[in-house]
């Protein structure tokens, strides 16, 4: 047997209550692209339009309006998959059929309102299977009131996707007023959303990039007791894989704002060297012009299959 293939037989083993169809699905989005048999992720996700505006979104690069332009991006850089809201994979689900792997954003929400952060449910598992979809994706506001509401949406959801054979990535954005902002990304908190998706039952973890800083006083306690390290994003990295049942689940980082090349870059050798499954980059690829987009996703994979 290869090491790729020993390699993917290996985290497919860490889902062992999963059926055939979940487990085939997930083999799927490992086996294809630049980074196939490696167990690694580039993923391009094109939620922004509706998360933040078409304007904010797509006019650093006006190509990018169009729903073909991002699908073909995700083809012609070769990731693991493309990640969407309904609207955009039914413009191009049945055009670009079979040539990458589809995850459908089953929950969104706008800018537009400022209210305790809840996405509303704009599809379903029913839409994924009928469009084609690898997986299904959803995201969590661990930190909001309305966070049980979520958490019992997705429990609800990831076992009807099972049903349907497919799996499922978790996007768990620490937001709300149980947050004060400046603690979005602390250590702390960051891991225990990534536990909590784990617990979920989510099969791929989606977060953002931790930094160093402490966000609970009984957390802080505890990181000084037992000397966590949280110096560099490595050692942050390395922890939140642990959180996640001692690296048995697959997690992801997003790449967050847009950032020059060598910031980006930066950071994802650190999310490698962390033990970290790979990268989830939105608009630091597609609001680049299309070369230099791909030359970006291509160091970002080449960084993550040597690491």
Same mark, same amino acid.
């Not at 004060?180 to 990534?194: G, P």
């Given at each position: ?27 799927? @989005?490992?086996? $294809? ?29 006006? +190509?990018? &309006?169009?729903?073909?332009?991002? !699908? =073909? @991006? ?7 998959? &493309?990640?969407?809201? @309904?609207?955009?994979?039914?413009? !191009? ?6 040539? !990458? ?34 997986? /299904?994706?959803?995201? *969590? ?12 949406? *997705? ?29 979005? =990304? ?22 953002? +990039? ?15 007791? &037992?000397?966590? +390290?949280?110096?560099? @994003?490595?050692?942050?990295?390395? $922890? ?10 697959? !997690? ?27 990268? /989830? ?5 597609? =609001?680049?012009? $299309? ?6 996703? $291509? ?9």
């Amino acid at each position: 047997m290869s090491k790729s293939n020993e390699r993917i037989r290996q985290i497919l083993s860490w889902y062992p209550s999963d059926n055939p169809g979940v487990l085939t699905n997930l083999a799927r @989005l490992m086996n $294809h692209g630049t980074l196939a048999g490696t167990g690694k992720f580039v993923i391009l996700p094109v939620d922004q339009g509706f998360e933040h505006g078409a304007a904010r979104s797509f006019a650093p690069n006006p +190509p990018s &309006y169009d729903p073909d332009y991002h !699908v =073909q @991006l995700a083809i012609d850089a070769g990731c693991n998959a &493309y990640a969407a809201p @309904l609207g955009f994979l039914e413009a !191009v689900a049945g055009k670009f059929a079979g040539q !990458v792997p589809l995850i459908l954003k089953l929950n969104n929400s706008d800018s537009l309102a400022k209210m305790e952060p809840c996405s509303a449910m704009t599809g379903s598992v029913k839409d994924a299977v009928r469009l084609g979809c690898s997986a /299904i994706g959803f995201t *969590i506001y661990p930190g909001s009131s309305a966070r049980n509401t979520m958490y019992q949406e *997705i429990k609800e959801l990831i076992a009807e996707a099972k049903d349907a054979g497919l799996p499922t990535v978790l996007w768990a954005y620490v937001r709300g007023a149980g947050v004060a902002k400046e603690h979005e =990304q602390s250590i702390d908190v960051i891991a225990y959303s990534a536990q909590i998706s784990c617990q979920l039952g989510a099969h791929v973890v989606k977060v953002k +990039p931790p930094k160093d800083s402490i966000c609970q006083d009984e957390a802080k306690k505890v990181y000084e007791k &037992y000397a966590i +390290p949280t110096k560099t @994003l490595t050692d942050r990295v390395r $922890h939140v894989v642990q959180s996640c049942f001692n690296g048995k689940r697959i !997690v992801i980082f997003s790449g967050g704002e847009a950032k020059d090349t060598a910031a980006v870059l930066a950071e994802v050798k650190e999310i490698a060297a962390g033990g970290g499954f790979g990268s /989830i980059m939105g608009r630091n690829a597609f =609001q680049r012009p $299309h070369d230099e987009a791909i030359k970006l996703l $291509h160091d970002v994979m080449s960084i993550h299959k040597n690491a």
